[in-house]
Structure formats: structure tokens, C-alpha cells
């Protein structure tokens, strides 16, 4: 009797916290509903998958000043206020405003779409590296391609390189733990984000660090899609990883080094606002390249806003990669606007799933709301597609590791970079046309005729969103 009455409590004061989080009422409802018909599993979800974290910061004010004091020493006069084409001014405006990444202008940048190559780049890269190189990975896995990495950050390790790694402990939950702690004997400065064990006992056990940064002596960095497992280079269901890295060197790096010294901080306690990680940067002949990140602990979702500015944008066509579509109404609005004022929207999706047929279902359930409007959707057969990509009018393209879904949109810590640039713009455009090649395209009226039990079940796991 006691217990119930106690667990009502809990239950309800839940509810009030619920109600006074002031999010989005369709998610307020689902976690309401949950907790008040399955108040023991509602609980433990809603603490572990529920919680706004808003109201805290991933690093101190004072400090992260420091961090782009150091950056901005580096760069000098390379950051510019706004790209030379006015549409996107005030994009860029709105991506400094609210996540204080200034826009750098020469930058080479190389877009990789094949793991081995990159990878291969990658630690040609390091394998030169003379004073430090710093790496986080969402999954780093203990397989051939991961020894092969870690094997090089020993070596360097012990040539006296400062080496630095972090990864996301609950992405690599089954990595054995002797696989880190080679490296960590090896001199590799090894830190997981949100350790198992307290990360279970707190509020903050679903911040998951989602980012792919690797900087190197401050001038070449690498981000994307792409983590260090073997699957990424041999595929899987039969068919290839098709994903997405780009390579840059110039002042844009140093922004990738102050979001991996940020997160570097909150994982350790340890601020490292040293002039040796922003050496001062040569700006390349090259792009315009703002490094735009996002977590569940910012002021705003700077991402998302991004991605809605640059559909509203759109003119003449709007590309989309994304292997897991459960979209926030702002970006399904932009979308459906933008293709009925004629722009050309496409969206190639993965025609399979690699982590649950569930969001593959809720992903599909979205369909209905964006054919009638002209989305043009394409199904991707050659393998898994797991590119995270956003191409518009021959002018702009972002690539980073943010999927179109709420848990990379609003709780994932995440990265993108934003390119104004005609040249990088049409070469992704043109691997997207490319990829249209081992596409189905998905037939409206066909789409319409499937069976009721796909419907019902694609409208089901659509309910399920909130927590995928």
C-alpha cells in the first residue's frame, strides 16, 4: 500500500515536471500517457529517454570564451561576417548568433563517399602528425579497422604526439574494455562520453555524443558520417555502406578543435585552452565553411534551424540524404513548402533498416504527408545508405553527422559543416544524381494501394518516435 501510494507520487510529480518542461504537447502527451498507464516502465523510460536538459550547459561561459579566444587568435582575419551570395547571409548570421561559429573563408575541403579511401587519408594524416591529434568517434570498435587506427595512435603516442580520443560509452557498450586500455598503455589519452555506470544513476544518461571530429596539428580535420568499425568498409545487408566524410584543412578547423576541446572538458573536468591546439592557420585558396554543432544542452537546435532556413531558401532544387527520416514539424513544414512552390525536393532514404525495422517504419509512415505535396522520395537498393547530406541550387551543401530524426535533431550532441560553395556544391550534387542510379523511386499512386497492415504498422511506429 505504501509503495503505491509512494510510486503515485512519483508518477504524478513526473507528470507535473512533464507539463512544466513546455516542450512540443505531442511529445508532453506521450510521456504523460506513458507514465500515468504504465507508471513503473514510464518512469524508467522517462528518466532515461525523457528528460529535457536545457537548463544546463556542456561547458561554462567563461570557458567556452577562452576556447574561441584561442580560435580567433588562430584564424585572424579569415572569419568573415557573410558569403559573398546575399541569400545566405542570413543563415550564416543566424549560425553565428546562436552557436558562435564564425563563417571561415579558404578552406580546401575533399568529400569522401567510400570508407577506405577516407580512411586511408586519415591515417596518412596522423601517421605525419607532429605535435597532436585529436579524435572523437561516436563507435569506435574493436575489429581490424579499429586496431589498425589504434595501432597508429600508439606509434605516435610514442614519438611524444599528444593523442587524444574520445568515444560514445553506450554506442560501444559490447567493445571490450582491454581494447581501450591497450591504448591507454600505449601513452593514447582515451576518455569515453557519459561513463556506463554513473551516466545510469543521472539525469544525463541519454546524452549521447553522436559527432565524428578528427583535428590534426590544427590544420586538417575530418568530419561526417563515418565511424571506425569494419562495417563501414565492407557493408552490410549484402550491399555496401554508402556514407559521407569530408576532409578539410584551413581556419575552419580550429572551430572543430573548440567543439572537441568543449566536449573534451565535459567528459574530464579538464580545460584545455592552450595556444599549442590553435596554431595560427594559413587560409587555402578555397570554401567558404562554418562548423555549426548542436546538443541537448544549447540555448537552441541550431542544426535543425539551419536545415529549415536553407529549405525555405531553396529555389530551384533541394537535395536530402539521410538514412533515418522522422522529421520535427518545422523541417516536414519547409519541406512540403518548398515542393509546392515548384522547388525540386528529393529524399533518398535507405530502402533497409541497420538498427530496428522500426524506424524504417515510422521513416515510411512520413510519406504520406510529403508525396501529394511533389516530394520526390527515393528508396536507396545497393546497400545501406548512411549519409547525412543536404545539397541546394548548385550554392550550398552541409554534411556532417546529423540525421534528420529527433534524437540526432534534439538530443544527440552533433556536427555539421555548412559550405557555401558553388564548386563543392555541384560535386554533390552530382554524387547524389549519381546515387540515384541504385534508387527505387517510390510511385505515389502505388504507395497509396499498399496493404492496410503496412499502414497501421508504419502509423504505430510512428506513435513510437519520442522514444527512438
Sequence with gaps: MIFNILLALIVLGSVVLVIMENRKPYISLFWMVLLTLLPGVGLVLYLLLGKD????????????????????????????????????????????????????????????????????????????????????FYIVEDDEVGRQLSSLLIRKAQEGVDVRLIFDSWANLFVRGRYYDHMRQGGVKVQSFQKLLPSMLTREVNCRTHRKIVVIDGHTGYTGGMNIARRYRDGINHGNWRDTQVRIQGPAVSQLEVS????????????????????????????????????????????????VQVIAQ???????????????HPILLALRNAALAGVDVRLMLPSTADRGAVMLYASQSYFRDLLPAGVKIYMYDKGYLHAKTMVCDDDFVTIGSTNIDPRSLE?????????????????????????????????????????????FRQSFSRLLTPIL
Excluded at 529555389?315 to 520535427?328: D, E
Excluded at 552533433?414 to 523511386?441: G, P, S, T, W
Design 411 to 455: 538530443q544527440n550532441f552533433e556536427v555539421n559543416a555548412f559550405m557555401y560553395d558553388r564548386e563543392l556544391a555541384m560535386h554533390q550534387r552530382d554524387i547524389f544524381l549519381d546515387d540515384l542510379k541504385e534508387c527505387m523511386r517510390v510511385n505515389a499512386e502505388a504507395w497509396n494501394r499498399r496493404p492496410a497492415w503496412h499502414k
Design 53 to 136: 536538459y536545457r537548463s544546463r550547459r556542456i561547458i561554462k561561459p567563461a570557458e567556452q570564451a577562452k576556447l574561441n579566444a584561442l580560435r580567433d587568435s588562430a584564424v585572424g582575419d579569415s572569419a568573415v561576417t557573410e558569403p559573398e551570395n546575399d541569400k545566405y547571409a542570413k543563415l550564416a548570421a543566424m549560425m553565428y548568433g546562436a552557436n558562435d561559429s564564425p563563417l571561415f573563408d579558404g578552406n580546401q575541403v575533399r568529400i569522401f563517399t567510400d570508407f577506405t579511401p577516407m580512411f586511408q587519408s586519415m591515417l596518412d594524416d596522423i601517421a605525419v602528425a607532429k605535435h597532436y591529434v585529436h579524435i572523437q
Design 314 to 328: 531553396s529555389r530551384r532544387y533541394l537535395y536530402i540524404q539521410t538514412p533515418y527520416f522522422i522529421p520535427t
Design 260 to 307: 572537441l576541446l568543449s566536449d573534451w572538458r565535459f567528459c574530464t573536468k579538464e580545460l584545455l585552452a592552450e595556444q599549442r591546439f590553435f596554431p595560427a592557420i594559413r587560409p587555402h585558396e578555397g570554401a567558404l565553411v562554418q562548423i555549426v554543432t548542436s546538443g541537448p544542452m544549447d540555448e537552441w537546435n541550431t542544426v535543425m534551424q539551419g536545415m
